[in-house]
């Protein structure tokens, strides 16, 4: 007990006082086991209270719990805001029938706009009340109006034990925060401010959506032209425009850029693959991506594995294959590429359409 050094004690007066203006002969008393307190000053250590006879049943957490209640007590009942802060997500307007909202994670970075609400309690509440039941829970705090306008709020202090599961499946508004030394409650009471998922945690409160305009979700495009060349345009696509259709084009395929960087999927001969399979009966679909005798050497130079056999140039440019008469597809890589398709949201459009295409949401296949 006598290693634990202490900030803060209760005056006669049972109000908090801090180790700074303590003075030495002055009685102080624990916040939790009301034993005597005394200053402690020396050369070596730093100022702080200690209790004056060593108490079994008084650890470091129950001092902590105490007096956090008591300090957040004595903040309510000052002349200061006793603000909480609430974190909120604004919305893209098209979030809910969206094919490119994938996971949380991604929502929020490309989908959703983070923002917080502060609210001023003492607007709402003008009492508060130390360990008092409400609906048969006890609170450690409970923030209640004298006018009974609003429905109370439990402040819960977490040093050494969570709020019970019963508790927080009441439906009762709590703020629970967790604890593990004086500092952290200092610089809660120091802003002025409980702040949600930074100092505490807040159950059944109400969080409002809002409506936002985002940047949009990078996409990947695959554009095949009436002269059966193929690209991907160097600008990629978005979710806020990728219905806009090349004028030439007679084939696109977009498809989600995030999935694309996740499964290592390469936008230009997945692109080919697909557009090949949609028009497996033409000819002219052809790309040397998609032919088994285009490989890469160890220099990762794409070249033709026939080259030599037949007298041919080495290296070709990949559109080239629309008249090459030693074209064979690569089923097997056509194959994958046309499996990818589980695992991403995409979109397909052929001439003919409107520039709507189809939309095709990714299968929750396992990775």
Not at 26 to 45: L, Q, S
Not at 74 to 88: H, L, M, Q, T
């Amino acid at each position: 007990m006598e290693n634990v050094k202490y900030t803060y004690a209760l005056n006669e007066n049972n109000s908090i006082v801090t180790i700074n203006v303590a003075i030495k002969g002055e009685a102080y008393f624990c916040p939790y086991c009301k034993d005597i307190m005394i200053v402690k000053d020396g050369i070596i250590k730093v100022k702080h209270f200690a209790h004056k006879k060593q108490n079994s049943s008084c650890s470091y957490e129950s001092y902590l719990h105490s007096l956090a209640k008591k300090r957040i007590e004595e903040w309510f009942n000052s002349d200061r805001p006793f603000n909480i802060s609430i974190n909120n997500k604004d919305k893209c307007e098209r979030f809910e029938n969206c094919i490119w909202n994938h996971d949380e994670r991604l929502a929020s970075d490309y989908c959703e706009k983070d923002h917080e609400s502060v609210w001023d309690l003492k607007q709402y509440y003008d009492v508060i009340s130390l360990e008092k039941s409400y609906k048969g829970f006890r609170a450690d705090l409970l923030l209640t109006d004298s006018q009974n306008a609003h429905e109370p709020i439990f402040i819960e202090i977490c040093v050494s034990h969570e709020c019970e599961k019963e508790k927080l499946e009441s439906g009762i508004r709590i703020i629970e925060i967790p604890l593990k030394h004086e500092y952290a409650l200092d610089r809660i009471i120091q802003k002025g401010v409980i702040c949600e998922n930074i100092n505490a945690l807040l159950y059944n409160f109400k969080h409002k959506v809002g409506v936002t305009s985002t940047d949009g979700l990078e996409l990947n495009k695959f554009v095949l032209l009436e002269s059966r060349h193929g690209f991907c345009p160097s600008n990629r696509s978005n979710c806020k425009m990728y219905t806009q259709r090349h004028p030439s084009s007679i084939f696109e395929i977009t498809f989600d850029y995030q999935a694309n960087r996740t499964r290592w999927i390469n936008p230009f001969v997945f692109g080919w693959a697909i557009a090949y399979e949609t028009y497996k009966n033409s000819d002219n679909v052809k790309n040397c991506f998609l032919c088994k005798y285009y490989k890469q050497d160890s220099y990762n130079q794409w070249y033709r594995c026939l080259y030599k056999k037949f007298s041919l140039e080495k290296h070709c440019k990949s559109h080239q294959a629309i008249d090459c008469n030693y074209f064979i597809p690569d089923y097997s890589l056509i194959k994958k590429c046309t499996e990818d398709l589980r695992y991403v949201s995409y979109n397909i459009w052929k001439k003919g359409m409107d520039d709507k295409g189809i939309d095709h949401n990714k299968e929750k296949a396992a990775e």
